[in-house]
């Protein structure tokens, strides 16, 4: 009923409400997360303007888009999607509906898949994990499919969008040597509240262990089982990201006498935020 509350208003916005294009103003590109508009951004330039739908801060996995949200996706050039992310699924039929003439990327198209399984303490809609965009070899396809995206709506301009997506990677590559030399040598199992760095741990040969019980607080059996774990494996860092709660995580942290750091896999400044991660799993001499 939610849902469809939501697109009566949409409908009552856009009959009142002034067009979000006007002459001279550039054409929008929608995406669902931040650290993809880092990325459109990247490859398309100043040929569009690109607004993220879920603003940083908020959880993709549970965001609900305003009226006003979908308001501007139809009016948008393109919608570019990460692919797997709760509120993608979810609201992925009324989206289409909604914008029947803008046409939608799955920017993981290419992506090899990591598939969840139960005993994995987190189980994702759709069983598949989907933070795709947090692993430079990942940000590699996402960033093919984008430009390949605006070759398709924009063909006048493919040579220049060409041309950024070889300097991207270029760029990517480099994100990729400087990750690699940071983690030489460095801790190789870390402890996160909510398992968004699964394909970076992939790239990278990690452990990720995650706070997080199906999704929900570990109850005190799983608490302790969890520190005697971190224990045994010598688990020196914990992960915590602001949008969920941290008290486990400090109280694991006290238990353990080890550090925890701030990460935010949904940050703009995604290249920066790759590397703090390295960072902070790097030897103590290659820390800041």
């Given amino acids: 009923m939610k849902i469809y ?18 002459e001279g103003e550039k054409p929008v590109i929608t995406v669902s997360i931040e650290p993809l508009r880092y990325f459109t951004e990247a490859i398309a330039g100043d040929r569009f303007r690109v607004i993220s739908l ?4 908020s959880s993709p996995e549970t965001y609900d888009p305003t009226p006003q949200q979908l308001v501007g996706l ?4 393109a ?11 979810i609201w992925a039929d009324k989206l289409h509906e909604n914008a029947p003439n803008v046409p939608f990327f799955n920017l993981s198209e290419g992506v090899n898949l990591i598939h969840e399984s139960e005993k994995e303490g987190h189980k994702h809609a759709g069983g598949i994990e989907p933070h795709t965009w947090n692993s430079v070899r990942n940000a590699y396809t996402i960033a093919a499919n984008i430009c390949q995206a605006l070759c398709q709506i924009d063909p006048e ?7 950024r997506f070889t300097q991207f990677g270029t760029a990517l590559k480099q994100t990729d040597e400087k990750i690699l030399t940071y983690l030489n040598g460095g801790e190789t199992i870390f402890l996160i509240y909510h398992p968004a760095l699964s394909y970076f741990a992939r790239d990278y040969g990690l452990t990720q262990i995650s706070i997080e019980k199906g999704g929900k607080e570990p109850s005190p059996a ?3 089982a969890l520190i005697n774990q971190c224990h045994e ?7 915590i990201q602001k949008e969920f709660d941290t008290r ?3 109280m694991i942290a006290q238990e353990l006498n080890i550090p925890i750091v701030t990460v935010n896999p949904l940050s703009y400044r995604w290249e920066e935020e790759m590397l703090h991660i390295a960072r902070a799993l790097s030897k103590p001499s290659k820390q800041p």
């Fill in 222 to 224: 799983q608490l302790e």
């Fill in 74 to 77: 139809n009016q948008s050039c």
């Fill in 5 to 22: 509350l939501y697109f009566l208003l949409t409908l009552l916005l856009a009959a009142c409400g002034s067009k979000q294009q006007t």
């Fill in 157 to 163: 301009h493919k040579e220049e969008y060409m041309t």
């Fill in 233 to 239: 494996q010598h688990v020196r860092v914990i992960f």
């Fill in 248 to 250: 486990n995580a400090e």
């Fill in 54 to 57: 879920v603003p940083e801060g």
């Fill in 79 to 89: 919608f570019l999607r990460a692919g797997y992310i709760g509120y993608e699924l």
